[in-house]
Each structure stands twice: as structure tokens, then as C-alpha cells.
């Protein structure tokens, strides 16, 4: 029986994983300008898929780069992605969907005739199975969010509402970060000292039963962020949105990292110093539960399953 293959959304056709390839030409490498964004599956079913995709198209608006079908076909596409490649899975893991685009390819850059290149914007979707068992000491942990001296882009460059890979600055904060703690989640603070966000998650605080988040002029507009405030409605816990500080964190009940591959997770410590009593508090709790509800699953679960583990 062969080996089963997921199937790609690359340029205009949905193709086999192993035909989609990258020019070395292309201005996502030349030029890092690419858009993205990533949705997940819970139970094999995409999560707010219609949030994910709007997003990206905002995004690329922004970015003068334009898909060239619908949000309406891309979702279309999605479906047909997933109804193949959910077949490549296990009935208890689910799938994360990246979508990313770049303005196409420069024939100068490659040295060939214009007419040679793909004509348009490079546009790809695939899939990969989420890597629960990665996680699982940030659950059973905590992460130990450190703040480097890199500091986020400011919104006068680059609207943080605009997801997207041009990340040199994440990469230098990460080293920076794991030179104090090899597992650190790195979390920036603007030019003026205020909290932003981690790399790959938006970063959120309690202090005195209340959800303390970092202003949106400052931080990817999180699609599970929406959903943490959405969920804080319905449990009638007060959502604020402000300026904090390192002292603020410090000083906090809780903290939390909330983002799409696993919703949300407690951060316990930052610069070394314990958040709270140092592990995951009765908020985290409420979060996660109400989470699940939502979802028909329990989240933790998933994650912390043995059967995950390597």
C-alpha cells in the first residue's frame, strides 16, 4: 500500500506536497514579504475559520499583495485540503492550516527572462499535523517568559495587525532570550517600555479577577485572543485593555499565552521571577474549561495525553 501523501493549494492547483517548491527567486526570500496566517482543527474540524481567513486578506490588503481567488474560494479550498489530508491522521490528533503569500517571483534576481517566471503572487496552503507532546511542559510547567533588549517593531513601521514572516527581530530576541533560559518563550516591549506580545502567541495577565491585555495598537490582533475575550464576556470576567509594564507582569496574579495550536497556556515566571504562586491558577483553569466547552473536547487533554508523548 503506498505511503499516504497530503495534498497542497500552491500558486492556482491543488497538488501533492512534494511538487510545491520555492524559487530561490522568490521576494519572500529575497525580501522576507510574505503574509500568513494559521488556523487548527479541533476534533478535525477548522476553528474559526472565517476569523483566520479574513484576517489574511486584511493582511494582504495592507501588504498590496492580493490572492487571486475569493475568501470565499479559499475557504472552499481549505475544505478540499482538509477532507484529504485529514486522512493522513489519527482520530485523536488534529491539523494546523498555514496559509502564506508572497508577491511572486523576480526574474532579475534569478538571473532569467521575465516571461520565465511565474506571472503573480506566490500563494500556498498546507497542512501539518499539530505537535501536541511539544507542549506538554508548558503545560505542565509553565513558560518562563524572558525579556530581551530587542525591542517589537513599532507600529509607524509596520502595523502589528498585519500577520506576517518578515521576523529577523523574533529570531535575534529568541537567541537573546535562550541565552538565559534555553526553553524561554521571549516576549518584547515597545519603545516605550510597555508589553507587547511573545513571537507566536499574544500575552495576557490577571491581576484581581480581571484580564489584563497590552494594547491593540501594539499586538497582532490574535484570533485566539478574540476568543479569550469573547469567552471572558460570557463568564463575566472583566476584559481590559491597556498599557503594561514589566512591573505589572511581575506583580500579576497569573499570566497566560494565548494563540491558535493550543489555545491557551500559563506562563509562570518571567526574568526567573515566579508570576503569582508559580503555576497554573484558578483563571487559567476557568479559561481552559470554558475552551473546551466551546470546542466539544477537553483541550488539556489532548495535549497532555501520554499516548503524545515522542
Not at 490588503?61 to 479550498?77: C, D, F, G, H, N
Not at 489530508?85 to 534576481?109: C, H, K, M, R, W
Request: glycine share 6%; aromatic share 8%.
Amino acid at each position: 500500500m503506498p505511503a499516504f501523501e497530503p495534498v497542497v493549494y500552491f500558486r492556482d492547483a491543488i497538488v501533492p506536497a512534494s511538487q510545491a517548491r520555492l524559487a530561490y527567486y522568490d521576494l519572500g526570500i529575497i525580501l522576507g514579504a510574505t503574509i500568513t496566517d494559521l488556523v487548527r482543527t479541533y476534533g478535525h474540524k477548522p476553528f474559526r475559520l472565517n476569523d483566520h481567513v479574513k484576517r489574511f486578506y486584511e493582511s494582504c490588503k495592507y501588504s498590496r499583495i492580493q490572492p487571486l481567488m475569493s475568501q470565499e474560494e479559499t475557504i472552499a479550498v481549505t475544505g478540499n485540503l482538509l477532507e484529504h489530508n485529514l486522512e493522513g491522521i489519527g482520530q485523536s490528533d488534529d491539523l494546523a492550516v498555514v496559509y502564506f503569500i508572497t508577491p511572486g517571483e523576480n526574474a532579475l534576481y534569478g538571473g532569467i527572462p521575465p516571461e520565465a517566471v511565474h506571472q503573480g503572487p506566490t500563494f500556498c496552503i498546507h497542512t501539518f499535523p499539530l505537535q501536541f507532546a511539544s507542549w506538554q511542559s508548558l503545560f505542565r510547567e509553565g513558560a518562563h517568559v524572558v525579556i530581551p533588549s530587542i525591542r517589537h517593531v513599532p507600529p509607524e513601521c509596520v502595523d502589528p495587525k498585519v500577520k506576517n514572516r518578515s521576523r529577523l527581530h523574533w529570531w535575534l530576541a529568541d537567541r537573546e532570550a535562550q541565552l538565559v533560559d534555553p526553553t524561554a518563550t521571549t516576549v518584547l516591549l515597545d519603545l516605550h517600555g510597555n508589553i507587547t506580545e511573545a513571537s507566536g502567541a499574544n500575552f495576557l495577565i490577571c491581576k484581581d479577577g480581571r484580564v489584563l491585555s497590552p494594547t491593540s495598537r501594539n499586538i497582532l490582533g490574535g484570533i485566539s485572543l478574540k476568543n479569550i475575550r469573547e469567552l471572558c464576556e460570557q463568564l463575566q470576567i472583566p476584559f481590559i485593555e491597556r498599557n503594561l509594564q514589566v512591573h505589572d507582569v511581575i506583580n500579576a496574579d497569573e499570566a497566560f499565552l494565548a494563540t491558535t495550536p493550543y489555545a491557551v497556556a500559563p506562563a509562570t515566571k518571567v526574568n526567573g521571577l515566579l508570576i503569582g504562586e508559580g503555576k497554573p491558577g484558578p483563571m487559567f483553569a476557568r479559561l481552559t474549561e470554558a475552551w473546551s466547552q466551546q470546542v466539544g473536547m477537553d483541550i488539556l487533554e489532548q495535549i497532555m495525553s501520554p499516548e503524545k508523548v515522542h
